[in-house]
């Protein structure tokens, strides 16, 4: 049981080292804020509270955010304390390349120095695309000042010609139709305007409703906050309200190490399986739980999650989106039957001060179609399934609700693509060497040889293959793929190819073996001919010449303990900077 004890109120606040006296510097720091026509009593000893605002229209998931920081805003005078709004890195993962995974870093460094720097007493974190939300949450248990989430939410349901469109998971199915010639360009075109029509990040059970969904059931953020629509008016009232709370936090202060437990991982797990949640969670999780000193592992996702049923029945892995999820009940209501079924952590804290249970247990679940009742279940072992043999000696991943069944067992000649250049030159040529029965091997696109570790994991099929009707081929990388994307696809392989994993030996021809039931994924070679060729592999992938990406390239762990750079690991606190001048 976790158990808090709120501080007593009032005490002198860390903010106080900037405005708290009558000194040069602390006249210094008070004149200079009253320029934007704050009064003098703002700064008697009240919490300071810090909004950090990904909003970016380089963004388009984050385009919104404006308009809620105004609202946490509201909540924040109305509990007494001062807001100031700060902007932070946003890593879009609609348009930066190579990669927004591999600004999650950059953004998260961003977040923590930004602060500890500032004469901030708590934090609102304001997200909603794919990166951001695990970069604000890095950035913040990393200083460790009380810290409350806001998710900028799902856009609403995409139509087209009568069917619901999926953001991401639409777009890969028409782009395979396409080369499969059951769909036409003017078609695609057509379906484009109907895949965004209105703020808001992507309305599957997608990275970034995953993560949102992380956050609530980590405990970072309020209950239900996961999946209002954007556009709904009660995503702004969540908004005020968390602006509210966190004048609490601080007064009480209750702070991410108190919320961020093993206890607490534990029940993001669990939840991640039972909404069908992204693979990338897998890599964020592992990395939160690095930077409060949680020692969580593959191992755990795979333990965890195996027994758990997908019951969210969502696009990628089923038929409905975020708005009918927010409809039907939203988050408490999967919580909560976690909870009954024995499978949650019921007094794990939350940023509310209390139990995760005390937030849910009266909740009702109003469309069991869309959150399905356990024993008509999506898929009856959800989670995330976690690979070993001699081809992932690290681990990989393989996401079962988005899987096909008849392919959970396969063995296949491999066909090997060395890199996503060597990809992209052969797949579409009549004369490649494949059929439905082989295994795609795409090397080279982990953290450190794409680089960031690019979501072509779900690399599209041969034509030739699609023509026969085909839709599914088991796929195996060291990439990652969208949290949009569905298929039998074998992620996050570690060691990396570009670090001299088994994974950069495989040759074409080689027979592959999956076993997701056994946790197995094997290259039928001898462990003396693995050996051979390890010693006489040679990296293919350069060290950058400077810049982050080469901060990046040398830094940069794996995928299985999350992709955090080895510096950044662990908890740096708050202390008082020394004064500027």
């Not at 392919?407 to 890199?419: I, K, P, S, T």
Request: glycine content about 10%; overall charge neutral.
């Amino acid at each position: 049981m976790t158990t808090f004890t709120p501080k007593p109120w009032p005490r002198k606040l860390r903010s106080q080292e900037w405005f708290g006296g009558t000194s040069r510097d602390h006249i210094y720091h008070r004149s200079w804020m009253k320029n934007q026509g704050l009064p003098a009593d703002l700064f008697d000893g009240r919490p300071v509270i810090g909004i950090c605002n990904t909003w970016s229209q380089l963004t388009p998931c984050n385009a919104h955010l404006r308009d809620l920081a105004e609202r946490v805003k509201h909540g924040i005078y109305e509990a007494g304390g001062l807001p100031l709004e700060f902007p932070v890195f946003s890593p879009g993962e609609s348009a930066l390349r190579p990669t927004a995974m591999m600004y999650r870093n950059l953004a998260a460094m961003d977040v923590e120095e930004a602060l500890r720097a500032n004469p901030l007493d708590g934090v609102v974190l304001l997200a909603g695309c794919d990166k951001t939300t695990p970069a604000l949450l890095m950035g913040a248990a990393s200083v460790d000042i009380p810290a409350i989430l806001v998710s900028g939410g799902p856009m609403l349901n995409g139509w087209f010609r009568g069917e619901r469109v999926g953001s991401g998971t639409a777009l890969w199915q028409m782009s395979e139709a396409i080369k499969a010639g059951t769909m036409t360009k003017e078609d695609f075109l057509d379906a484009e305007q109907a895949m965004s029509r209105s703020p808001g990040s992507c309305n599957t059970m997608g990275t970034a409703s995953t993560m949102a969904s992380m956050a609530e059931a980590l405990g970072m953020a309020l209950s239900g906050n996961a999946a209002i629509p954007a556009v709904d008016s009660r995503r702004r009232v969540v908004a005020h309200l968390s602006g509210r709370r966190i004048v609490q936090m601080v007064k009480d202060d209750l702070k991410p190490s108190d919320i961020l437990t093993r206890e607490a991982f534990e029940n993001a797990i669990r939840v991640n399986g039972a909404i069908g949640g992204s693979t990338n969670a897998v890599i964020h999780l592992l990395a939160i739980a690095g930077r409060v000193g949680v020692e969580l592992t593959l191992d755990d996702w795979d333990r965890l999650g195996r027994d758990v049923p997908t019951i969210v029945n969502l696009m990628p892995s089923g038929k409905y989106l975020m708005e009918e999820f927010f409809y039907a009940g939203g988050l408490p209501v999967v919580i909560k039957m976690l909870g009954e079924g024995g499978k949650l952590h019921k007094q794990a804290l939350t940023v509310s001060g209390g139990p995760i249970w005390d937030e849910v247990k009266d909740v009702k679940n109003w469309n069991d179609d869309v959150i399905r009742p356990v024993e008509k279940a999506l898929t009856p072992q959800g989670g995330i399934a976690v690979l070993r043999g001699n081809l992932a000696p690290r681990g990989a991943v393989l996401k079962p609700s988005a899987a096909s069944p008849h392919l959970m067992h396969h063995r296949g000649r491999a066909v090997v693509f060395e890199d996503i250049d060597d990809y992209k030159a052969k797949i579409n040529d009549e004369a490649l060497d494949v059929d439905e029965t082989c295994v795609l091997v795409l090397k080279n696109c982990g953290p450190r040889g794409y680089p960031g570790m690019a979501e072509v994991g779900n690399m599209g099929l041969p034509p030739k293959v699609l023509r026969k009707g085909i839709t599914d081929m088991v796929r195996i990388s060291d990439a990652r793929m969208s949290g949009t994307a569905y298929g039998t696809v074998v992620l996050h392989t570690s060691p990396e190819a570009a670090m001299g994993g088994p994974l950069a030996v495989v040759r074409n021809g080689d027979m592959i073996e999956l076993d997701v039931a056994n946790r197995r994924l094997h290259l039928d070679i001898s462990d003396a001919e693995l050996q051979r060729r390890l010693a006489a592999w040679k990296p293919i992938v350069d060290r950058p010449k400077g810049g982050y990406a080469q901060l990046f390239h040398e830094h940069v762990q794996g995928a299985d303990t999350g992709a955090d750079f080895d510096f950044l690991k662990g908890c740096r606190g708050a202390p008082i900077p020394k004064d500027s001048h």
